[in-house]
């Protein structure tokens, strides 16, 4: 196909109708990229013989390295269909969990989303997160089962087998997109019945129950994948072939003689051909008969496959003439006949066309945007819809439009940005020289040489005797004139050289971003808002109609920019713009100062912050960072910075010790990061720290049994006194501990005396707290605004309804007697306000006179109520919380027990195990320390010959059940342990690890007995 050009694609920019906004997600390995490839290829852009091997959108060298996709790329392509031109904004995501960060940034800009499944390893765990996160972002998806050829090569299965095998595989697909929707139909269920019954009167009279769920009433056919419903293509990328049903219904429909809307419906399900009757009849199965799709497309792939595979050049005759097809000889002589098939199958079922065709049908384009997922993007954190300012409700009309007009608002999502080298950049790239340049270029060459041959005959000249030269004087001076000249453009080339390389050398940040509403003109100033902008609050100071050319006052979290530059995004290259109307994916150069990792733009500052990105991957793996040579700190500074924002996922701080530490998704995530950081952002020698591995402290509820599993009799608790004194001993003066563990302690000043008791609290109310972290935060910022008699939050009723809701949940599970009244008496929520923990209050009658002596004490109080938290804890029996991935692992049954003897030398706890249906791969789910996973994928290839890969993402915090303090205080567990109980103690080993790093004191005898062991036989 011919190479599209920039002004056609700038054409099709202005038909929004005419759009698609899609991306291509998957688990890892499943085709993503190859599949990209092809819709590539069918612009011309690269070469179909190099779709698959050449991988055009993993720009990266450690892309081409690994073979996966490590950053989410966009690329606009051209296609027609029926008469009507679209244009395609493809954008291509990794599929390895630790980038999962990069799927949310694409997911965000699009409007449909294309899913591919591996048909040999079918459901993957990266596939449920895709299909989850396409979910929560309400955009709509296409299925794309891909490597069908491993099941005719590898696999060797017969044309029926595969086709109960691919209904399996679409029966998974749909039982998680089911479990989604139901969730999401109990939800609103909930929703409207707590409504319902806010606003019912509690009249006496009949109730009436309904015990349905809502599920029976809700239309839910429209989200499931089915061939019949042309959502489901049937591929192999790497030999450029796929096909919808649609394609053999044209084709059969003319050879049969039946309706292509009727073979529409039965090409795939338990239908068959009736050859007598020409008819098409119900029951394959329980009339053994070949289905539908078995003998009318699966046999004639799999007879091609056959035939090409065995050589046997009279078939391959056959249906190349059958076909209509032209097959040049070097693909037909080739050594390797997997090149032959790919010429005979791309020509026959070119998968560009069953793909993009797929897509223009059934995906949706900007303007069919829906009402619901407008809402959800304006809504950030507890707010509601209703809740938002008028002037801003008024622009979700603007969103529904996407209307290109001059006075529709402009807005702008930046889903993430992206370092590009500035050789990369249009305007710095070499152009071909004009004619008139050319010339010019010729004449100053012509001067220079004359000039130098004028500058050679002058040398002659002042060469010659003296009495032949009677102004000798004056022609060496003008000679040194020459020389300095001469110098001085020498030094002027270079210095520019060096300017020039200085320029080049420097990354340039552009945004990937997309317009919602509006046209983005290049020159025009705009509001960036920052995710904690309030447009109520700035409102009240700006008017609605402002503009950011106007000289407006400061308001928070919000700052003008100019757009200097729009750019078109083709993979590796870059199109300069002037203008991107609505409804378009584009880059946007020169927000770099403005933009740190996403934002909001947008000429109207009623404009809300959009909702953030859902991360599925967390940041836990951190290193610190330094440089080899001390004066390189700048540099590392500097280059940090830049990581930080080209990274949508990585997390930068400066520890208290000083360190700078990185902080990202996984092994995989922190090895780009640390290369990028050297050869790209730093550009200097770093060293890395080994992996800081997080841990969290708690206390528990004192053991009911020792360590040798005995009940705590009256030996153990005599020996248990002991110890306590003992601890006691170690508690300065001035602090009282009692028995039950209530600390007692004055401030300095001797002005006011504080108790505190540390309690662990429920696991129902710990799990209670992390999932309503944001309704907390909603609850803080409340309280600060009414404790500053600020009336700008007007307190929702939705928001009401569910802090109350909350409350609720919370006395419910805070039960019993040393719980009683305690929601009552909560002070505050921690760390930081909305985490885990709570701090309760026991004052009777508490106010505010109570605390007037203590105005002039605030600090001294502060540092005694953090010695006095300190000492609670440590007055009841402490453990260790350690982080924990949750690891998915695919192995064939030969390996197993070699990834068992993996698992359970690192700690790993194994959950389930199942056999995947069909195959002899075997699922295990698993969890693992972080702690102990650093170098645990590569352990596992190595051990199974990389027959399996794991996949680590982080779930929870877990009690390591190990006492770090632990000694033996009764006879068993002396006899047990041996005097010392040196054996490993889990907890401890952290716990030693952790000290040493910080440089504390590790209670531990390296060496006890330094003499050399020695031996009757060699007496040395």
């Not at 996407?402 to 050789?423: G, L, N, Q, W, Y």
Request: hydrophobic share 35%; net charge negative; aromatic share 6%.
């Amino acid at each position: 196909m011919v190479l599209t050009s920039v002004g056609k694609m700038m054409g099709l920019q202005q038909k929004a109708a005419g759009i698609r906004n899609i991306c291509v997600l998957a688990h890892v390995d499943h085709g993503k990229t190859t599949l990209a490839d092809c819709l590539i290829s069918s612009n011309g852009i690269i070469s179909s013989r190099l779709a698959g091997k050449l991988r055009y959108l993993d720009s990266r060298e450690d892309e081409q390295v690994r073979g996966i996709t490590m950053k989410s790329s966009a690329i606009s392509l051209h296609f027609e269909k029926g008469g009507q031109e679209y244009l395609i904004n493809l954008i291509d995501s990794p599929g390895h969990v630790d980038f999962s960060s990069e799927v949310s940034t694409a997911v965000r800009l699009c409007d449909g989303c294309i899913i591919v499944v591996d048909a040999v390893e079918g459901v993957c765990p990266q596939t449920q997160a895709v299909l989850r996160q396409a979910w929560l972002e309400n955009i709509r998806p296409v299925l794309v089962i891909n490597k069908i050829d491993r099941l005719i090569v590898e696999l060797k299965l017969t044309p029926q087998e595969a086709y109960m095998h691919l209904k399996n595989i679409l029966e998974q697909i749909n039982a998680v997109t089911g479990s989604l929707f139901t969730s999401k139909v109990l939800e609103e269920r909930a929703e409207k019945e707590a409504e319902s019954e806010s606003s019912s009167d509690t009249a006496a009279g009949d109730q009436i129950y309904d015990w349905s769920a809502g599920l029976e009433d809700t239309d839910d056919s429209h989200l499931y994948f089915s061939p019949d419903h042309g959502n489901v293509v049937f591929a192999s990328a790497i030999d450029g072939w796929g096909f919808g049903i649609e394609h053999f219904a044209k084709l059969y429909s003319q050879k049969i003689g039946i309706k292509p809307a009727v073979l529409l419906k039965t090409l795939w399900g338990d239908y068959y051909l009736n050859t007598k009757a020409k008819k098409i009849m119900k029951g394959d199965q329980s009339k053994g008969k070949k289905p539908l799709f078995v003998q009318l497309v699966l046999d004639n792939i799999w007879s091609l496959y056959e035939a090409v595979m065995k050589r046997d050049k009279e078939k391959i005759e056959k249906i190349v003439t059958s076909l209509g097809l032209k097959i040049g000889p070097r693909e037909s002589r080739h050594a390797d006949p997997k090149v032959h098939l790919n010429a005979i199958c791309s020509q026959w079922l070119p998968i560009s066309d069953a793909v993009l065709s797929m897509v223009c049908s059934k995906l949706p384009s900007p303007l069919d945007i829906t009402a619901e997922r407008v809402e959800k993007l304006m809504c950030v954190g507890a707010k509601t819809f209703d809740s938002l300012p008028p002037e801003t409700q008024e622009l979700k009309s603007a969103f529904l439009r996407c209307s290109s007009e001059e006075t529709a608002p402009v807005i702008v999502f930046v889903s993430k940005m992206f370092a590009v080298d500035a050789k990369a950049l249009p305007h710095n790239k070499p152009r071909p020289l004009t004619q008139e340049e050319i010339a010019q270029r010729r004449e100053l060459a012509k001067q220079r040489h004359a000039g130098k041959m004028a500058a050679n005959q002058g040398k002659e000249v002042s060469e010659k005797p003296p009495s032949e030269n009677s102004s000798e004087g004056t022609g060496s001076t003008g000679d040194k004139k020459g020389e300095e000249q001469q110098l001085t453009d020498q030094m002027d080339v270079v210095t520019s050289k060096a300017a020039k390389q200085e320029a080049d050398n420097k990354e340039s940040f552009i945004a990937f971003a997309r317009v919602f509403s509006g046209v983005v003109r290049r020159g025009q100033k705009i509001f960036v808002l920052g995710p904690k902008y309030d447009p109520a609050e700035s409102l009240h100071k700006l008017s609605p109609q402002c503009s950011a050319t106007d000289d407006l006052p400061s308001v928070p979290h919000m700052s003008c920019c100019t757009l200097e530059n729009l750019y078109l995004l083709m993979g590796r290259e870059l199109e300069e713009l002037e203008e991107v109307p609505a409804g378009n994916v584009l880059g946007i150069g020169g927000l770099q100062d403005f933009v740190l990792k996403s934002a909001t733009l947008s000429t109207s500052p009623a404009c809300p912050p959009f909702t953030p990105l859902n991360f599925e991957a967390t940041p836990i793996v951190r290193v610190a960072v330094e440089p080899k040579h001390p004066s390189d700190m700048p540099q590392l500074v500097r280059g940090m910075k830049l990581l930080n924002q080209a990274d949508p996922c990585v997390q930068v701080l400066i520890q208290e010790t000083g360190e700078h530490v990185l902080v990202t998704a996984g092994e995989v995530h922190l090895q780009r990061c640390l290369d990028d950081l050297k050869e790209r952002f730093a550009k200097i020698e770093i060293s890395v720290s080994a992996p800081i591995i997080p841990f969290r402290e708690t206390i528990t509820r004192p053991p009911k049994v020792d360590m040798v599993n005995e009940e705590i009799g009256k030996q153990q608790k005599v020996a248990v006194i002991h110890q306590t004194k003992e601890d006691q001993n170690k508690i300065p003066e001035g602090i009282q501990v009692d028995s039950d563990g209530l600390v007692t302690i004055s401030t300095p000043n001797k002005q006011a005396t504080l108790s505190v008791r540390a309690l662990p609290l429920p696991e129902e109310v710990t799990r209670l707290l992390e999932e309503n972290s944001d309704l907390i935060r909603t609850m803080e910022q409340l309280s600060t605004s009414l404790n500053e008699d600020k009336n700008a939050h007007e307190i929702n009723q939705k928001t009401m309804d569910k802090i109350k809701e909350f409350k609720q949940k919370l006395e419910q599970n805070l039960q019993g007697r040393k719980w009683r009244n305690a929601v009552d008496h909560i002070w505050s929520f921690g760390p930081r306000k909305c985490g885990p923990n709570i701090l309760l209050h026991k004052f009777e009658g508490y106010k505010n006179s109570v605390w007037q002596c203590l105005e002039n004490t605030e600090k001294e109080l502060i540092a005694t109520m953090k010695e006095a938290c300190r000492y609670a804890l440590q007055a009841k029996p402490q453990r260790l919380m350690a982080a924990m991935y949750t690891c998915e692992i695919m192995a064939t049954a030969e390996v197993l027990g070699r990834v068992y003897a993996v698992l359970s030398k690192r700690e790993g706890r194994v959950l389930q195990e199942e056999m995947k249906e069909g195959t002899d791969v075997f699922i295990i789910k698993a969890v693992l320390p972080v702690a102990e996973s650093f170098g645990f994928a590569d352990e596992i290839r190595k051990r199974t010959s990389g027959l399996a890969s794991p996949q680590l993402v982080f779930s929870h915090w877990e009690i390591i059940s190990s006492d770090p303090f632990w000694v033996p205080t009764t006879e068993e567990e002396y006899l047990h342990f041996g005097e010392k109980a040196d054996s490993e103690n889990q907890a401890r080993k952290y716990m030693n690890a952790v000290r040493k790093r910080k440089g504390l004191y590790v209670e531990e005898k390296i060496v006890e007995h330094a003499e050399k062991q020695r031996t009757l036989s060699r007496n040395k």
